[in-house]
């Protein structure tokens, strides 16, 4: 239920049927339009509109209302998709361009071609706009008031289009309990081709196809629940989505192509009983089917805060920190299970895998290498292993989200692939540093390109002789050195990568455990080509990373008690234990074991009080990403915190120094920022509103603080803890923090 104040004055609604009845509805129930103006062509459509209370007052053509209408006055075209020219004509000659005009089409582009026709250039207030919504029946007698509420909206905006009433559309749609999105015209009619007209085409000709066999006759007799649900859709109208087939012809009949060849693919596969490809395809499409669940419900439960997808945390002042808690797997060694386990001979078997958006983003990039992965399920994965050589060209490029690691090892294993193959990330990961992999790699003699500036997309030309280089890294980065190891296991001869300060170690650890000779000589670590990983079962610690959230709730809450179990404490990522115990907090490493190669523990902090310090440079590689909540902990402790030595920061998926220091100073903590570092001078945390810019450490960092705040703390944009932290907030909420999720 949306409680918007007015957002427009009138709302005419040209079409009363559901789409136009359910915005009126929703806009007088919320009170966000003054009066309700229908137009129906049909004088039964205007009687009915009127009697159901769905408009307060009803006309047979724009005309007989023109002269009333002007600025905060909306207008929604819901008619058939052809009768739309006859529709504009009307409102080109009756309605002034201080009016807002938008509609509910599903395509895009015949409308605003019809617009182009008939205003020429002249259309600043004609914003498009398609409600994702729908029903299987139709008329005004189905429309309902909570039709859009969390359901999507796509505004279409054009160059000419102004401001005022571009905003003016979204506000209504708001208001009717829409998340709006914005897209061009072009994607929008792309994506709802895919997405929406093709599986349409699908369902009404399975339909037919089922319903017209004349050897099965009443076959429908037969048919379940999975038929029903199967082609719900098969019942919506028919004129209705004739025109629109043919109004998006040029898109639909290429999702048509694309599925038409992957059904041959499929029917070529049961003819001959490839078990393989068969389960591959129902595997992928199974996990893809999943996740599409996941990210739905989410996204709508973010509508249903109006977020606009944005998702944001509003975190009242005080609460405890108290409890046992296990954090999801290593993002680090998911990572690497995944690599490892698909370059190895054999199946293995992951437990603890963390499925964050990040490790999933690997995990379907060798999918799409061609690689028949399990799962994930709780956790658990089983690879079934191609070995060094094995991978296939990808059918598309392999875009890997938010991470990092993903891309920059990945650059290393297709170097040594005799395939071509590139690959993507999203707005924050095509902004990072992608040089320091494709230039030592291109001294191996690979053929690695970056785009401008050094950054993804990265195109990995594949099939060249690689040779074993002595590489010295200019800064302190286990993604680099992983990249160039795994290229090493490709290269002729040997190769060493020195590292200026010990980086994390998972990638030599774990390939020994695969079997694979990685020699250590102080700083160097080294491998030859010519060996084969063997396939092995890995148990993958929690995340100290995750569990560092809760360290510094714990140490920074006076009365708190937290022990967290099973905690990967590898003595190269360990610094924020380090750096957290020269600071004071009362912190200690129980039930210390070794599993899989990797040393494990359960982790208790309990309450002392902190103070400021110089933080050692040689913590800094071990603690790299752990400082946004460790910069909390500076702002609790008494005195000043230096850290220098850390401009491997401001390369992270934000410029981490400068976020933080952005977010501590509107919550009054005293902060300067260096080249290397930032100091940071405790203080009384106070309420406000911070960006996390996107970056998943930075809005927990700022969730953790509001424990020691004094007011509430509003953090925006969190969407992206569920790139390494899915069930932040359940744990958040389970240790006393007092968390929710709120509109934007
Ligand atoms: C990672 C290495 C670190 C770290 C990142 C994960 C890894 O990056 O910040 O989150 O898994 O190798 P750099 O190696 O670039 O410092």
């Known amino acids: 239920m949306v409680d918007s104040p007015l957002v427009i004055n009138k709302l005419v609604v040209i079409g009363i049927g559901l789409i136009g009845g359910s915005l009126a509805l929703a806009l007088k129930k919320n009170r966000a339009c003054a009066e309700v103006i229908g137009i129906a062509r049909s004088q039964t459509t205007a009687e009915k509109a009127l009697e159901l209370g769905v408009v307060d007052r009803v006309y047979r053509s724009v005309a007989e209302i023109a002269g009333e209408l002007g600025e905060g006055d909306l207008i929604f075209v819901a008619v058939p998709t052809l009768t739309m020219r006859t529709v504009l004509k009307d409102l080109k000659k009756y309605v002034p361009s201080s009016v807002t005009i938008t509609d509910g089409a599903s395509v895009k582009g015949s409308v605003l071609a019809d617009v182009n026709a008939i205003y020429g250039d002249a259309h600043e207030n004609i914003v498009l706009g398609h409600p994702i919504a729908g029903a299987e029946k139709s008329g005004v007698t189905a429309a309902i008031a909570d039709l859009y509420e969390a359901h999507r909206v796509i505004v279409t905006p054009m160059p000419n289009n102004t401001e005022a009433h571009i905003e003016r559309v979204r506000a209504t749609w708001r208001a009717a309990g829409a998340q709006v999105l914005d897209m061009d015209v072009e994607d929008h009619d792309v994506v709802l081709a895919a997405t929406s007209h093709l599986p349409h085409v699908i369902a009404f000709s399975l339909v037919d196809t089922l319903a017209n066999d004349s050897n099965n006759k009443n076959i429908f007799r037969y048919a379940a629940g999975g038929f029903r649900d199967f082609t719900r859709i098969a019942s919506s109208d028919a004129i209705m989505w004739r025109d629109i087939v043919l109004a998006n012809k040029a898109a639909v009949l290429d999702s048509i192509d694309m599925?038409?060849?992957?059904?041959?693919?499929?029917?070529?596969?049961?003819?001959?009983?490839?078990?393989?490809?068969?389960?591959?395809?129902?595997?992928?499409?199974?996990?893809?089917?999943?996740?599409?669940?996941?990210?739905?419900?989410?996204?709508?439960?973010?509508?249903?805060?109006?977020?606009?997808?944005?998702?944001?945390?509003?975190?009242?002042?005080?609460?405890?920190a108290q409890g046992v808690l296990r954090v999801p797997g290593d993002k680090s060694i998911s990572h690497r299970a995944i690599m490892l386990g698909s370059l190895a001979e054999g199946v293995t078997q992951v437990t603890g895998f963390l499925e964050g958006e990040d490790t999933l983003a690997t995990l379907e990039s060798f999918r799409s290498l061609g690689v028949h992965i399990e799962g994930p399920d709780n956790g658990r994965v089983s690879i079934h292993g191609v070995g060094l050589h094995g991978l296939k060209k990808p059918e598309k490029p392999l875009c890997v989200g938010n991470s990092g690691t993903s891309m920059r090892l990945l650059c290393g294993i297709l170097a040594g692939q005799n395939f071509e193959s590139e690959l993507t990330g999203d707005e924050s990961l095509s902004k990072r540093p992608m040089s320091r992999?494709?230039?030592?790699?291109?001294?191996?003699g690979a053929t690695v390109y970056a785009?401008?500036?050094g950054r993804p997309p990265v195109n990995v030309v594949g099939g060249a002789k690689l040779k074993g280089i002595d590489y010295t890294m200019p800064m302190a980065s286990a993604q680099v050195k992983s990249c160039l190891l795994l290229a090493g296991l490709y290269a002729?001869?040997?190769?060493?990568?020195?590292?200026?300060?010990?980086?994390?170690?998972?990638?030599?650890?774990?390939?020994?455990?695969?079997?694979?000779?990685?020699?250590?000589?102080?700083?160097?670590?080294?491998v030859a080509?010519?060996?084969?990983?063997?396939a092995t079962n890995i148990d993958v610690p929690a995340d100290i990373s995750s569990a560092a959230f809760f360290m510094v709730a714990a140490a920074i809450t006076p009365g708190s008690d937290i022990t967290l179990q099973h905690v990967g404490v590898n003595p190269t990522r360990i610094g924020v234990i380090n750096i957290l115990r020269e600071m004071g907090a009362d912190l200690q490493l129980k039930n210390e074991r070794e599993i899989g190669g990797e040393p494990v523990a359960d982790i208790r902090v309990t309450y002392a009080p902190l103070i400021g310090i110089d933080i050692p440079q040689a913590q800094v590689p071990l603690a790299i990403d752990e400082f946004p909540v460790l910069f909390i902990a500076a702002a609790c402790a008494e005195g000043v915190t230096r850290l220098t030595g850390a401009e491997e920061l401001r390369v992270k998926e934000t410029d981490r120094i400068q976020s933080m220091a952005d977010g501590l100073s509107v919550l009054g903590i005293q902060c300067e920022t260096t080249e290397d570092g930032i100091v940071i001078h405790g203080g009384q945390l106070q309420g406000g509103e911070v960006e996390s810019c996107g970056d998943h450490r930075i809005a927990m960092a700022f969730t953790i603080a509001a424990l020691r705040a004094d007011a509430e703390i509003v953090v925006n944009n969190c969407a992206n803890v569920a790139t390494s932290f899915p069930n932040f907030t359940c744990l958040a909420k389970a240790v006393g923090i007092q968390l929710e999720l709120s509109p934007a």
């Open 437 to 444: 992999v494709a230039s030592p790699l291109q001294e191996m």
């Open 451 to 453: 785009s401008e500036g």
């Open 492 to 526: 002729e001869g040997r190769t060493r990568v020195t590292e200026p300060a010990p980086t994390r170690d998972h990638t030599e650890r774990m390939l020994r455990g695969f079997g694979y000779e990685v020699v250590r000589n102080g700083a160097t670590a080294e």
């Open 259 to 320: 599925f038409t060849a992957n059904m041959a693919r499929l029917k070529e596969a049961i003819s001959t009983e490839n078990v393989d490809d068969i389960t591959q395809v129902f595997k992928r499409a199974k996990v893809a089917r999943d996740q599409f669940v996941t990210y739905f419900n989410q996204s709508v439960d973010d509508a249903a805060a109006g977020s606009e997808g944005k998702v944001v945390y509003r975190v009242a002042p005080g609460g405890a």
């Open 529 to 534: 080509s010519g060996g084969k990983l063997t």
